[in-house]
């Protein structure tokens, strides 16, 4: 085999040997020429590394990418299909197992021990990333991106971790010893690719609905959670879907996220472009039981990005950050469906840059949110035996909502709730004139007694004289 080429260290070479048949020595007047050829030629396929961090791939460049990712680190690295859109492209998914039986640079001793949990789960016969019993084996974090088309930066950011943890995985040995990931780069391709090629501000799949002209779901209003809630009209860029799980891409990340639900440690969603870290709950005012633990984790994200460049983020419940309720989404999902210990909102920046900011700006911003990625990893590998999800009470529920005129939600209240609520509200504003009205009532009782004090010291040299009509001592005449 020929030596590999200086300069080629990021191309894939895939050699083929090709057996070539000896020629036949051909016939000359009164001589025998013989033709010696090479029985074996090698023929070399150069597959070139696709830019992931300067530049915005599109949907085929992105596999590419994936399958170079798991030919060069096939040790500790594979690649699943979790599902197929409507207009037939993969949703893929990449593990990252660095405590793997074919990892050759692992102890002897590890690799034993990962061998034994490799047979016992295909002894199982669970199809996907391996997963184990037990509470120490809580050690899975997944990332996902691409939900909303228009969003192309969270598809770039997380390509970038794939690159930070395979390409450079001597930097993060340290987290990659103690965790697993399973990395999602692009939940919609469907809506990716469309709003690539045609309307850049896309938002939703491309699956059309029956009996109207309207295409496309939000995958982010489509999970089983209090999903009754979400937008009913199919020409919002918020349209919740037909029913649960009614989409192909939302399907695809229900089964692999219950699959892998008993060993999931961190769920992170990257969006755009708000710039903040956000914590459960979507679908309504009220803080998570371990709302402390969740905060210290955003706040962990927040500050490592703060130190790396300066660039300031938000942390905060979904719902306060966002100013509105947002049901049916996935980690509202993950959170309060299948329990894992925590799980976060990524909004990457900025309003200022959109849903797409400049090329110049992708490595940056990769890199940044690599940066707090890390450090939010670190910190729910400390915090996993703080929180304890078998012990907490019922989740809150939403408030009652119908939908007006406007497609907005609204309160809605029975009429002896509005009985009740009416006087409520009449009650406070006649307990507001009433203040008022005892306040100059005060003043009224401070000016007679100073007028009653000073009344007495005038006739204090001659007795007071008798009035009738009710104003003096005497008997009043009615």
Known sequence: MAARPKGLARLVIVEQLLEIEPQKPKARSQKLCTITTPKLQVRRLI??????LHTYLDYNQINR?????????????????LGITHEKREVRALEINWMN?????????????AAKQAELH????VKGPMVLTGDKNRNIIFIEAGTHAREWITVSTSLNCIYQLTERYTRNIEILRNLRFIIVPLVNPDGYEYSRNKNRNWRKNRRPHKGTK???????????????????????????????????????????LDSVAPNLLFFLSLHSYGQSIMYPWGYCREPPYHWRELHTLATTGRTAIKTYNGREYRTGSISCLNKRTIAGSVVDYVYGVLKAPMA??????????????PVEMISQIGH???????EMCKSAFDLRRHIKRDEEPKPPRPPVQVVGADDSPTRTTSSSEEKKTTPKRRIKKRSKRTLLS???EILDLQKRHIASTALPKRPATAPALATQGGHGDGPSAD
């Open 65 to 81: 990418y994936l399958e170079y990712i798991v030919n060069r680190y096939s040790n500790f690295v594979k690649l699943y299909t």
């Open 122 to 125: 295909k002894s199982s016969g």
């Open 368 to 374: 940044e949110s690599w940066f707090g990625i890390r």
């Open 47 to 52: 597959i070139p590394r696709p830019d992931v």
């Open 214 to 256: 309207f295409v496309g779901t939000d995958c982010n209003r489509n999970y089983d959670v209090y999903w009754e809630s979400g937008p009913t009209k199919t020409q919002k860029n918020t349209y919740k879907g037909e029913r649960p799980f009614s989409e192909p891409e939302t399907r695809a990340m229900r089964n692999i």
């Open 101 to 113: 039986a074919d990892n050759v640079e692992l102890s002897s001793l590890s690799r034993i021990q």
């Open 438 to 440: 005892q306040h100059a």
């Open 344 to 357: 976060l909102v990524m909004e990457l920046p900025s309003r200022e840059l959109g849903f797409q900011p």
